[in-house]
């Protein structure tokens, strides 16, 4: 079974421009989660698509935005992008269509995005 | 608000020696816990988890046990090897259904040969 995929692996762009970044995840996965990944701040949650609506959002500002399309697939977008955009940017993904209760929280990662902002 | 505490890195050990990375909590509810793994250039692999209190994940050698009156899940190892060198962060997700988690800091392991 393949793991959850995004694409592009590696990004340079100016400040400013904006971004799209695009994941795929497990077959029959319908949650996405995505997170941000810097040396300062760790790992903190951006938001998660389910069904295509978003469930959950963390504590960034309306700059990250996102959307979830039918098949499950997700992108996130990041406008007018600053220098502190610069980070590993992973998507999750979760809820596969058999197992119980235990298996509806694990989250599977894919290699991430890396993102420099000149 | 909820959290997670990993003890400071970097550690570094030598190879067949006994590892611990203590992880605390902090949660409203009653969170699942876990264990995941990143190597360099790659994205985060799950270790283990534990979904209830005195549950205990184990995997590849690892072990961890959810401890609620500690609200501790602290990550072991009888013998590390060098490949086990990589950064561990321990995470919860403190709402079960919401998949959204709140991640340590992370601690950078280094086994010596």
């Known amino acids: 079974k393949a793991g959850v995929t995004q694409t592009p692996r590696y990004l340079i762009k100016t400040r400013g421009q904006q971004v799209t970044l695009s994941c795929s995840p497990i077959?029959?996965?319908?949650?996405v989660s995505w997170y941000q990944q810097t040396p300062g701040q760790g790992l903190q949650f951006l938001f998660e698509y389910f069904s295509e609506t978003q469930r959950n959002k963390g504590n960034f500002p309306g700059r990250f935005s996102g959307r979830q399309f039918s098949n499950s697939r997700s992108e996130m977008n990041v406008s007018t992008l600053e220098l502190g955009d610069s980070a590993l940017y992973l998507c999750?993904?979760?809820?596969?269509?058999?197992?119980?209760?235990?298996?509806?929280?694990?989250?599977?990662f894919g290699p991430g995005t890396r993102l420099t902002v000149l | 608000g909820d959290s997670v505490t990993q003890m400071e890195g970097p550690v570094t050990l030598s190879e067949e020696a006994f590892l611990t990375i203590n992880c605390t909590y902090t949660?409203?509810?009653?969170?699942?816990l876990f264990w995941y793994v990143q190597y360099p250039g790659e994205g985060l692999q799950l270790l283990l988890k534990?979904?209830?209190?005195?549950d205990k994940g184990s995997n590849k050698g690892f072990e961890a046990t959810y401890r609620k009156e500690t609200t501790s899940f602290h990550l072991e190892k009888g013998s590390v090897q060098v490949s086990d060198s990589a950064v561990y962060f321990c995470a919860q997700n403190p709402e079960r259904g919401a998949q959204k988690l709140v991640f340590g800091q992370g601690t950078r392991l280094t086994i010596n040969p």
């Open positions: 534990a979904t209830k209190a005195d």
């Open positions: 077959s029959g996965h319908r949650s």
């Open positions: 999750a993904s979760s809820f596969p269509k058999s197992g119980g209760l235990l298996a509806r929280d694990t989250q599977y």
């Open positions: 949660a409203t509810g009653y969170p699942s």
